[in-house]
Structure formats: C-alpha cells, structure tokens
C-alpha cells in the first residue's frame, strides 16, 4: 500500500493532503533545462555505484540544442544557490540526466554525479541555478512531503504540472501523475479505555473515496478488510484495534490508522480463549492467560483495573500472523532479527501526549530471546521507511530530575521485558533467588542514577504493553545509546558517531565511506590508554580522546551498584569523529546484575577492551587520580547522587512509579515459570 509509507503523519489533520498541480512560470516551461523528477525515499529503485539506493535528481533538457552543465549548480537552500557545482557534463536535446542526492559530493567529469545533499522526505526547497550563481533555471518551491518509492515531478496534465508518480522513471520520460492523496481518515472516537459500548464513524474528505477496516490487526488494502457503509459504521463492544485507510482510483490512498479501544473489565479475565491459530511457543504452551490467582485475590480484586491505568498504556498492532504465524513468519516465537511492520499508540488516562505512529518491529534480545529464561521478551520498534516516518515525535520522558532535558525525537525505542531478577524468571540460575529478589526497576534505576549525575544514559518509563489487545505485562519502554542518542544528547549529526557495543568490535554505527572507523577510532582509544600512564602527556592524550569526567562519572555508578554483568559486555560507546573535541563517552546499557550484595567488591575487575580496562589504567595517572577524588567528592558528598539520600530518593522513584502497575505483571506473568519444587509463594509473590 502505497500510504502506508507516507512521512510525518503523526498529527493528523482533518485537511486533506491533496495535490494540486503547480503551473510552471511562462519563461520556464520546456524553453530550459528543468528538474523533471525526483525520488527522495528510495527503498527499492535506482542504485548508484557504491551498490547503495540514494535519493535522485533527474534534469530534462527540454531545449532544442545540447547544454553543457559546467559550472551550473544545484542547491537546496535558498541562501546557498551555488551549494553544489557541476563538473562538464553534456546532455543533449531532449535527454534526461540523473544526479543522485546521496551527500557524497562527487563531481568527477564522465562518472555518476553525487550532490553534497540528501532530499528531505518532509520537503523542502531544490532549485537548478545557472552558472551566474544567482539566475534560478528552474525552482521547486518547496516540494512537498514525499513519499517511500514514488517519484514526484512532471508527469501530469498539462505538461507543466507536477505531481506524484506511482512509478519512477530515471532517465525517461514520465509517466502521468496522480490525481492526489485521499484525504486522512478521521475517527469519531479516540483510542482509549472505555466500559460500554458504542459506535465509531471513520471519515474522508475526499468525495467518491471508498473506505476499508480491519478488526483482526491486519492493514487493510484496496482489495482487503470490510468495506465501510456509514449507515452501519462498526459497533465496539469489546477491546478492539480498528485499523482504517481510504482509497480513490488515480489518487494514492492514505496511511492506515489505527485506534485500540480497550475494555478492562475484559482484560482482567483474558484467557486466550478463541484466538486464531499459533506457533509452538512457550514454556509450557503459549500463555495468554491472567492469573485467577491474583486478579481474584481479595486484596487485589477491586484495584487491578486501577493498577492496570496506573502508568501509560502501549498498544502494538500488526497482523496475527506476523505476531504468531507458523513457518517462521511469526516474530513472537521466531525471534531473532526478523522485522514486521506493526502501528504503535502510546495511551493515556487523560489522553495527554497521546500518538498512533506506524514502524517496524522486531524481538530484542541476545541469549534472551530463545527462551530460556522467560517467555516474556522485549521488543526494540524502529521508525524509519518503508513502514512509517524516519522519526517519532513524542513527549514519552518528560519533566525534571532524572527526565530534564529528555528527547522528544527518537529513531528507536526499546520495549524491555526485564528478564534476570525479576518473578518471571526461569532460567537455570539460582531460579528461587532470582524471583525472590525480584525488582524489574534495576536498569533503570542505574540508568536515573548516570543520567542525575550528568552523564547520558536512556531515559525511560513503565508502560503496560497489549498486543493485538492481549495485555502482555509490565514493559520498560526507554532510549537505545546508538547515533541517534548522542545527536540528541550530545552534539553534531548522526551520521558523524562511531558506536560500539559490548567489546571493541561490535560495530552499531561507523562512517558510511568508511565502515572500519568505529573499530579503528576505539582501537585508537585504547592504544593511547595502554600507554604508560604515569607519564602526564600521555593522560593528556587520552583525555582528548575521553571524556574524563563523564567517564568518572560512569564508573562510579556502576561501582556503586555493584554491577556484577559488566565489563565484558553490556556498554555502549559513542564518538564524534567529525568534531576536533569529540571524545569517546560510555552509557549505561542492561543493568540487571546490581544491588545484589552489600559487600559487592568490583572496582578492581578487568575486562579487556572494556571500561573496566581503561579505568584499571588510568589509575596509574595521578591526574586522573585528582580528577576521580573531584567527582566522587561531587556525587558522594552534600546533596551528592551517590549519597545515601540521593540513591535512596531515585530508587523510591522508581519502586513508586512501578507498585500499582506490578499487580498487572504479576497476574500476567508470576506463574509463567514455575515448578513443584518452587517453595510457596513462589507464584505469585507480589
């Protein structure tokens, strides 16, 4: 479906996105040469020859002569017509000629032609300008919002208009345009919890368009779902996800909406009875069940459906298949990098901050997610093309403390089930002492304390989580530490970190011009820190490489929690390459192994190529001796973080946020492993 890839949807709005065709200037029009088409999301067309799929600009020469390119420029910005330059490039009378738009800023006479920038997908200004540096030949002003695979440009009626193109034709003459893009679907009543019945009316305003809904999950096509009839609009009378999108001949339809309307005096009493078929899965059988045990319990009969509001809701809605299809279709009992695309809506009681925002979505985890520890898994959902925007804008961590200065724009969020230390837990390490000390707030409570200390670890909240409207526990819903982190939380772009994870070789992000730099630019780090660290030049050339401080500050956090899991893996580590100052910064990654034992000694541990290393040398600095004394003196003194008060003050935090919702996990997953020889009150401990 072609709207399911529309970009920057999320505020909707009752206008409809139409297109509407853009005469060109009279001096324009076929007299020149002109920028015929453009492709600002390409996922599966035109390859440059680096193998990779970038945005692409093709010019017409509509004159009646050839017209050597030299010297003339493309640009995308207004104050900057001479951004990008053309070698000698000849394109003869009535030849279509294609630049890619990648960045990678290659003018070489005679090869493929590369701009120094990318087409924004959400729009914006591109201008051709002749060799004057000033003279507009031709102007797009701005284009629009674009849309995954399909071209925009001149192909409609008259001649001189523009429009979207369903297929893209680089180097050859365009196809006509389509009329427009069916205006966005409109509900008459919002996501939400409910107790009664009720009817929902799904609008367009776009006349002639026909309507299709699905209450199964699946995304409703052209030629799939129930064709709506407003004298009958769909009654909801129980936990539904309605999923709608609207159609029109010659027009592109729009996105699918998506609203879940959630029933809880039904969710207390799920039991899976009545679902479509499944894969095998499970520890003793697919689980769907509450458990009778607590949702019935006097001391919890009356509040569950209060505990069950207690913190923000998230609902995840894809086809059942693809949750739990057999053949390796099903990501549930799957697992492993296989990704869907799946509509996610952050819930409210009082609606604030609320979002539907379609994405893709895969099961997390590394030894995890086979099972043997627990059938509840995490889930990490990624927004980018084909299944949605490329970001998310949500107020999700908000407010002061642990949450100033939270981000509002995120490529990725983790949906974490916490799996060691917690009820549910299964494996075969000391299972009885792992559910006995269950407290699911551990990472993120190390997490509260790297960030309260002005470091930069993910932030993060407790949200109740349903698939396809089943309720599936407790989920700490929280930031991955890759690229994107440190552009929000840091400085630069993006595209200018190197990140590894875990040891010095596993790559999550590296120059795209050359994949090699996160390895080398660590390896790099950790030469410098191997050095004789007594020497002073030698502490002064890894702190130009480390950020000193912040990295005191990490290892102290982590020293104080005692966390046993770690250094061997379970970090992260960000780098600026392009910035003269960039400095290497670690954060706070799976922090579940901690609080474990009051006399817990892991300040000598050494693990190479991780953190643990690089503090065990730089110990033999006396600079960096001043400088740790500086910061524990800061964070274990007054009012420090690492006082007893402030430790105690961010875990009460976390232990208040998550005590009401905990009744709901407890129903849904305290007995999910459990044995004869478990003591009693094993099951349901809460």
């Known amino acids: ?223 799939s779902g129930i064709v709506y009839d407003s004298a009958s609009p769909p009654l909801i009378s129980g936990t539904t996800t309605l999923r709608a999108a609207a159609f029109k001949s010659g027009y592109l339809p729009t996105d699918v909406d998506t609203q879940t309307y959630l029933f809880m005096d039904q969710i207390v009493q799920q039991s899976g009875d009545g679902l479509p078929p499944t894969a095998a899965w499970g520890y003793a059988g697919p689980d769907w069940e509450m458990d009778p045990a607590v949702v019935n319990d006097p001391a919890y009969a009356t509040t569950i459906i209060g505990d069950l509001l207690s913190v923000p809701t998230i609902s995840l809605v894809m086809s059942w298949d693809d949750w739990f299809g057999d053949g390796g279709q099903g990501i549930y009992p799957t697992a492993g990098e296989i990704e869907r695309a799946v509509s996610m809506e952050y819930i409210t009681v009082d609606s604030a901050n609320q979002f539907q925002i379609n994405a893709g979505i895969e099961i997390q985890g590394g030894t995890s997610d086979d099972r043997w520890k627990m059938d509840k898994l995490s889930m990490r959902v ?80 407790f949200v109740h989580l349903y698939l396809n409207g089943l309720y599936w526990g407790l989920y700490d819903v929280h930031e991955r530490p890759d690229e994107h982190f440190a552009e929000s939380y840091l400085s630069g772009e993006d595209e200018d970190y190197d990140v590894v994870k875990h040891n010095a070789s596993t790559v999550v992000s590296a120059d795209a011009e050359n994949p090699n730099s996160a390895v080398a630019n660590y390896s790099a780090m950790l030469s410098l820190v191997r050095q004789n660290m007594s ?40 780098f600026n390459r392009a910035e003269g100052d960039g400095r290497w910064r670690y954060h706070s990654w799976d922090a579940e192994h901690v609080l474990k034992d009051l006399h817990a000694d892991i300040t000598t541990r050494y693990d190479t190529g991780g953190p643990t290393e690089v503090f065990s040398r730089l110990m033999a600095s006396v600079e960096f001796r001043l400088r740790l004394n500086d910061v524990a003196q800061k964070l274990m003194r007054n009012d420090g973080v690492l006082t007893p008060a402030g430790a105690a003050s961010a875990y009460q935090a976390r232990i208040s946020e998550a005590d009401r919702a905990i009744v709901g996990e407890s129903a849904r997953w305290g007995d999910n492993h459990t044995t004869a020889s478990d003591p009693p009150g094993a099951v349901n401990p809460y």
């Open 535 to 574: 020497v002073n030049a030698n502490y002064e050339a890894v702190a130009a490489k480390l950020d000193v401080d912040d990295f005191i500050t990490y290892m102290l956090v982590n020293h104080y929690v005692g966390n046993e899991d770690w250094a061997h893996h379970n970090w992260y580590a960000t």
């Open 382 to 461: 990624k927004f980018t093309e084909p299944y949605g925007p490329e970001k998310l804008d949500a107020a999700i961590f908000t407010g002061g403390g642990r949450d100033a200065g939270a981000a509002v724009r995120f490529n990725t969020l983790i949906l974490d089930a916490h799996q060691n230390y917690t009820w549910a837990y299964g494996g075969p390490i000391n299972p009885v002492d792992q559910r006995s000390r269950g407290m699911l707030i551990q990472d993120a409570y190390v997490a509260d304390l790297q960030n309260l200390a002005g470091g930069f670890a993910p932030h993060s909240r």
């Open 1 to 223: 479906m072609l709207g399911r890839f529309l970009r920057r949807r999320i505020e909707r709005s009752a206008t409809p996105n139409r297109l509407g065709f853009e005469p060109l200037e009279p001096r324009l029009a076929l007299t020149n040469v002109v920028i015929s088409e453009i492709l600002a999301v390409n996922l599966t067309g035109l390859q440059d020859e680096d193998g990779s799929r970038s945005d692409w600009i093709e010019l017409h020469n509509a004159t009646g002569a050839a017209v050597d390119l030299n010297g003339w420029h493309l640009t995308d910005d207004a104050n900057d017509l001479a951004k990008w330059t053309f070698p000698t490039a000849t394109v003869a009378a009535g030849e279509y000629f294609i630049i890619f738009a990648s960045g990678k800023d290659r003018a070489n006479a005679g090869q493929n032609l590369h701009a120094n920038f990318a087409l924004d997908a959400s729009g914006e200004y591109l201008a051709l300008v002749k060799p004057d540096g000033v003279t507009i030949a031709d102007l797009f002003n701005p284009f629009p919002e674009q849309v995954a695979d399909i071209s925009y440009g001149r192909g409609g009626q008259p001649s001189t208009a523009i429009g979207y193109m369903a297929t893209p034709t680089p180097g050859a003459a365009n196809h006509p345009s389509a009329l427009g893009i069916v205006g966005d679907t409109n509900f008459s009543v919002d996501r939400g919890f409910y107790s009664s019945p009720f009817t929902v009316e799904i609008t367009t305003e776009t006349p002639g368009a026909e309507i299709r809904y699905t209450t199964d999950g699946s995304a409703p096509t052209a030629t």
